[in-house]
């Protein structure tokens, strides 16, 4: 046993050193029996020292670092010492006893006589000396840099909530943080993924038992080490094993994101490199969009296909070779009984962040349980050992699938009907053809003598333009179909529906965050795991409003299925009880961000310490984009057209990885696909981002949300509220201050003074400039959000903005939009979800 002492005098082995004894021009501080050692570097072309790990059979020893200490605090010369002081903690000082870097852990157990020991696994512990090390209080396993080692763990701990990940080195000569990440994302069902900043550029896919479903050529497992996954109630991690202590064996993610596994050869006293699993463009993520498949084959070498069963929502564009708008279906599902699954063989599984799944049902049980849910877009066997077992569904759009020529996984993809029938014969096509002809024109004739009553009845009694809810656009509440959760169940899931476990409250009613939910729904069991964080919106009682708008929100976001779109995962109706069951934001509203809330962020988690910074502009570009994607799906893409009409920055929720999710639909309302603009008599909405056309004559059209848009980006660029804002000099509202800053060619005046480190020049001016053009006073000078995300994608001169006075309007004074309805401007303003 090798140890680091923790008193003043040490009396053990020569391997050991006195505590506080400083270690210079790189000597070895402490060595495991056979394979590491941990001491001072300075990495080759750099003047910088740092206390390290790494293989001791090389040479130099210091060729291979597996773990640095202080990467972000380093040494400026070689004058620094490593002690462990006699509350178990590690201390790096520089030559004038500053502390650069500590072990210090605000779980960490208290030790009467802490040892450091590096084990031959290559993990440095602190534990008590009369412990084993199976228990240290401290180890560097759960903090790794950017080498993940047989034995370390990447993923998720359920119990403590530490979370194990690897983050590139800066470059090969500076360990600091470096822009790529590899880690295990827990989000529906695990995979792992490999992220630049936040956003994925690579996905290894799930775990499907014996490797990961985008890795199909690491199987069968290389004889030099075997991959595992481990999956229960306590953990979700990736791990291997060596398989001779000979052969060592790393996994590294370098400093231009590639991931790269090596081998020790002993005989040859050299590190093979194996096969790199990012082979080609088809492992770019989301390559070829929803539903579309890319396929690595001559002449098309590489090229995105459309699943069959599926066209491109873009003909153009696709046969520019440009596929991100992805594939949408060649017929509409029915959700009903008609709707069957097709098999597709060989495939990566798509991306299953919006997924779910079930350990013990077979392939049969699964097909029952997607079939029975109208969001249910495909399923799998989750465990492909021997037989296969499991379930895995998916709901919504499916992302990042490709075509392997062998050893991959099948996959069920929900199709109508219509679909299904083609392969059949001529003959018996024909009398599907017929028969469901046939029942589509009684029940057509049907439906149109049950709604043009309901529709009269509504017209007398003002309900259908009261509600923003037309069953003419197939908006009925029959035509909804999610899970249904017993109320005993969220009552139990928010303790009653404790003030500890509230998380805001708007018009609709208060905002529950429910946790260790354990569905037992007849009418859909299983859609929320155990431990699942979810948000139950609950409509109050004493409410005068709400109802409608529960209504309109359950029939619309039952239908939307995107990355930049709150999911909706059940509902309660149980006499005067009526809820709403999301997806939990732990990072709340965006509003909390940038208004002056104290909640601060940085690159790798949140905090509320003063070392972090406010939100980045790196970061809150991020967040515009992913809006703006949200906006074009809900635009353009959904087979609903919908307008918000109530886009506003506390609407938009931020999940863990500060993704931007558009939340409440209960004032949306949706177009025909060739209609225009609509007018209402009841204008709802919040004063400061409605549209001028709408507050003043109750027009609204997909041109309205982009006004709201572009007021939303001058508040995440300023840092400023549009209603109250009053510029002192012009008496200005925001939206007239950042036009008469961008006339006279000072935009970056607008910018939050906390964004100033961290500004990108061009995208700030673009991004002010892109949303000038949204807010103009004509819908028809706007543009669409089709059109900003390609604004946003290039850098083409963009036209100047036209401005005729309205932006000059003083928002705090609301007599300016016209009659106010009741209290209505604003019914679910949240803190968080």
Same mark, same amino acid.
């Given at each position: 046993m090798i140890v680091l002492c923790a008193l003043i005098t040490c009396t053990t082995a020569a391997d050991t050193i006195h505590a506080n004894q400083t270690i210079r021009n790189n000597e070895t501080i402490v060595s495991s029996q056979k394979n590491f050692e941990l001491g001072f570097f300075n990495p080759q072309n750099s003047e910088n020292w740092y206390i390290g790990i790494w293989y001791k059979r090389l040479s130099p020893r210091t060729q291979?670092?597996?773990?640095?200490? @202080?990467?972000? =605090?380093?040494?400026?010369?070689? #004058?620094?010492?490593?002690?462990?002081?006699?509350?178990?903690?590690?201390?790096?000082? @520089?030559?004038? =006893?500053?502390?650069?870097?500590? #072990?210090?852990?605000s779980s960490l157990p208290s030790v009467k006589k802490p040892v450091g020991q590096l084990l031959d696994t290559g993990n440095f512990i602190v534990r008590e000396e009369s412990s084993k090390p199976e228990n240290p209080v401290w180890q560097s396993f759960d903090i790794p840099t950017d080498t993940l080692v047989a034995g370390m763990k990447m993923g998720k701990d359920l119990v403590t909530g530490v979370e194990r990940y690897l983050t590139s080195w800066k470059s090969e000569d500076d360990p600091s943080v470096g822009d790529y990440t590899l880690s295990i994302d827990t989000k529906g069902y695990p995979q792992m993924i490999i992220q630049y900043a936040s956003d994925i550029i690579f996905r290894a896919g799930p775990w499907n038992g014996l490797w990961f479903s985008g890795l199909p050529d690491m199987s069968p497992n290389y004889s030099n080490y075997r991959d595992g996954f481990v999956l229960d109630q306590k953990e979700m991690y990736y791990h291997f094993d060596d398989v001779n202590s000979s052969d060592v064996s790393r996994l590294v993610i370098t400093p231009a994101g590639n991931l790269e596994r090596f081998v020790w050869e002993e005989s040859g006293k050299v590190w093979l490199l194996y096969p790199s699993p990012q082979t080609d463009n088809c492992d770019r993520y989301g390559r070829c969009g929803s539903f579309g498949s890319c396929s690595i084959s001559i002449p098309n070498w590489p090229a995105c296909g459309c699943l069959k069963g599926f066209e491109p929502t873009s003909t153009d564009t696709w046969n520019k070779g440009m596929w991100y708008q992805g594939c949408r279906r060649s017929s509409p599902l029915d959700c009903g009984d008609g709707d069957g699954f097709r098999k597709y063989s060989n495939l990566k599984l798509p991306d299953t962040q919006e997924s779910w799944f079930n350990r013990s049902m077979d392939l049969n049980e699964c097909e029952m349980v997607c079939k029975r849910n109208c969001s249910c877009t495909a399923y799998t066997t989750q465990n492909i050992t021997g037989s296969g077992s499991g379930c895995l569904l998916w709901f919504g759009d499916l992302i990042d699938i490709r075509t392997f020529p062998e050893n991959a996984q099948d996959l069920y993809i929900r199709m109508p009907a219509s679909e299904l029938a083609q392969g059949k014969s001529k003959k018996g096509v024909e009398i599907v053809v017929v028969t469901i002809v046939s029942l589509l024109m009684v029940t057509l004739l049907s439906v149109c003598v049950f709604y043009r009553i309901k529709k009269g009845k509504a017209k007398q009694e003002g309900t259908e333009e009261d509600h923003g809810y037309d069953p003419g656009n197939g908006n009925s509440e029959d035509d909804v179909e999610l899970p249904l959760i017993d109320f005993s169940i969220l009552h139990k899931a928010t303790n009653n529906f404790s003030i500890n476990n509230k998380l805001g409250e708007g018009g609709f009613g208060p905002v529950y965050k429910a946790i260790y939910i354990i569905l037992t729904s007849k009418v859909f069991q299983g859609v929320l795991g155990n431990g699942q964080e979810v948000a139950v919106k609950r409509l109050s009682k004493t409410s005068t409003q709400g109802l409608n708008e529960f209504k309109n929100e359950v029939i619309f976001i039952s239908k939307l299925q995107h990355r930049n779109l709150v999911k909706l995962?059940?509902?309660?109706?149980?006499?005067?009880?009526?809820m709403l069951v999301y997806e939990y934001m732990p990072n709340k509203g965006l509003d909390s961000f940038i208004f002056g809330i104290n909640l601060l962020y940085t690159t790798q988690k949140l905090s509320y310490g003063a070392q972090s910074k406010r939100l980045d502009w790196p970061t809150r570009f991020h967040i515009i984009k992913g809006i703006a994607r949200g906006l074009v799906y809900l635009h353009q893409d959904s087979r609903l057209r919908i307008i918000h009409r109530d886009l506003k920055v506390s609407n938009i929720l931020l999940d863990r990885d500060m993704i931007p999710k558009i939340s409440d639909f209960g004032m949306a309302r949706s177009f025909g696909g060739n209609q225009m603009e609509e007018n209402t008599n009841r204008v709802v909405g919040t004063y400061g981002y409605m549209a001028p056309e709408y507050a003043g004559e109750g027009i609204f059209s997909i041109k309205s949300d982009v006004f709201s848009f572009g007021v939303l980006v001058l508040e995440i660029v300023s840092g400023k509220k549009n209603r109250g804002f009053v510029d002192k000099e012009h008496s200005h509202n925001l939206l007239g201050h950042a036009w008469g800053l961008h006339k006279e060619g000072k935009s970056l005046e607008l910018v939050a003074a906390s964004l100033h480190e961290s500004i990108c020049s061009s995208e700030v001016t673009r991004s002010i400039h892109v949303a000038l053009l949204c807010v103009q006073p004509l819908p028809e000078d706007r543009p669409t959000m089709y059109s900003v995300m390609l604004m946003f994608g290039s850098d083409c001169e963009l036209p100047p903005p036209k401005f005729r006075g309205f932006s000059y309007i003083n928002t705090t004074d609301t007599s300016t939009y016209g009659t106010d309805s009741n209290n209505e401007l604003t019914l679910t303003i949240l803190n968080a979800r």
């Open positions: 291979t670092v597996i773990w640095v200490a @202080n990467r972000n =605090s380093p040494l400026s010369d070689n #004058s620094g010492e490593l002690s462990l002081t006699l509350a178990g903690i590690l201390l790096l000082r @520089n030559a004038t =006893s500053d502390i650069v870097w500590s #072990s210090v852990n995962l059940g509902c309660c109706i149980k006499e005067a009880e009526k």
